[in-house]
């Protein structure tokens, strides 16, 4: 049985982790973080999360979640997720994170805590999405000369952009097609931008609605397109897959890993 810290509780993909643990037999919630303004602090975690009371409250404390816990799954904020890494080093508890939008120095934090915790750190917690980063890797290694461009959609309230999904989407086309991802991409574009040079990787955000997620990777070449397209109609496939990430990152040795590692989808 793991005992599991969630920060981020009363947030939309909190509250998924949260009534996904109950569906997991060997996984029990011990502790509920929100950050000391969250207007749910102090409520039974269960009732944002639409289950009713389960006996856990929200907490700011976010050391003594640790230390009460086995592991924890993070999708917090940025900033927030990274100090969060930096306690669950110091307690020696893994830690999984979902949370998207680190700058590079909060990036750092994470990788600087992974030498001392096993620590998942993944941009999408989905068993299809994390097969699609492996097919548009393998797409953009045969698919020589393609233009490929990726159109992500979320919901209103997204405040990251582009996604963390689309980021790794690109990266993964990258590392196909032999590019320098920093040296190719194109985020969005307008006015005269010209012809479109060959080594180039545009990524494009829509936002609206209540859109959970959807992403496309397009390879276009003169008479043909082709488009891998993975669409999220709910965060359980995210919550449950956070969850599996914990239990795997539980029996493992220091060291920072991917959905990829877990889902043992590396090429």
Known sequence: M???????SAGRMGQAVIRASLRFPDIRLAAAVEAAECPALGRDAG????????GIKIDADALNALKAADAAVDFSAPGAAAEHARLAAECRKPMVIGTTGLDDGQAAIVRT????????WSANMSLGMNLLFSLVRQAARNLEHYDIEIIETHHRHKKDSPSGSALRLAQAAAEGAGLDLKASAVYGRRGLSGGRP?????IHSVRGGDVVGDHTVIFAEDGERIELTHRASSR???ASGALKAAAWAAAQPAGLYSMQDVLGLKD
């Open 198 to 202: 060959e080594a180039q990787i545009g």
């Open 236 to 238: 359980e496939c995210f």
């Open 113 to 120: 805590a992974a030498l001392t915790i096993p620590l998942v």
């Open 2 to 8: 793991i005992k599991l810290a969630v920060f981020g």
């Open 47 to 54: 009732v944002p999360a639409g289950i009713g009371e389960i």
